[in-house]
C-alpha cells in the first residue's frame, strides 16, 4: 500500500467516526440515534479489520469507493444502513441459456458498490 493510499483510507476511517460521533436518527429518537451509531461504528470497525491485509490495488481503490458511496449515501438519505437492491430470482437473463450458475454470477455483477461487502460481513 502506498503512502498516499494509506493516507486516504486512515482519512476516511476518521471521517466515519467523526461522522458517527455526529450522527442524529432521522427519527429524532435517542435510542435510534444511540442504535445507529453503534451500527455505523460496529461496521467501521468490521470492514476495515477484513480489509486491512488487502494489497492488491485495485482491491483497495475498490474498498474505498465502497466506503466513500456509503458515506454518501447515508448522509443523503439520513440513513446508516445499505439501501438494499431489489431483484426478482430470475429477473437477469444469461446471454446463452438460463442455467443458475450464470444467473447467479450475473446477480453479483449487479451489485451495487456500495454492497459489495454487505453479504460478507452480515
Same mark, same amino acid.
Given at each position: ?28 429518537q435517542m435510542e435510534d ?11 467501521? +470497525?468490521?470492514?476495515? %479489520? ?11 481503490? /475498490?474498498?474505498? &469507493? @465502497? ?27 444469461p446471454l446463452r441459456g438460463? +442455467?443458475?450458475?450464470? %444467473? ?11 454492497? /459489495?461487502?454487505? &453479504? @460478507?460481513?452480515?
Amino acid at each position: 500500500m502506498t503512502t498516499a493510499t494509506r493516507q486516504e483510507v486512515l482519512g476516511l476511517y476518521r471521517s466515519i467516526f467523526r461522522l458517527a460521533r455526529k450522527w442524529r436518527a432521522a427519527s429524532g429518537q435517542m435510542e435510534d440515534t444511540v442504535k445507529e451509531k453503534q451500527y455505523i461504528l460496529s461496521e467501521a +470497525r468490521t470492514l476495515f %479489520q477484513k480489509n486491512k491485509n488487502l494489497t492488491d490495488p485495485d482491491l483497495i481503490k /475498490q474498498c474505498i &469507493d @465502497e466506503c466513500t458511496a456509503r458515506i454518501e449515501i447515508g448522509l443523503h438519505y439520513q440513513i446508516p444502513y445499505p439501501r438494499p437492491i431489489h431483484l426478482p430470482p430470475m429477473a437477469l437473463t444469461p446471454l446463452r441459456g438460463r +442455467r443458475l450458475q450464470s %444467473q447467479e454470477k450475473l446477480r453479483k455483477l449487479s451489485k451495487p458498490v456500495y454492497l /459489495q461487502s454487505h &453479504d @460478507e460481513v452480515s
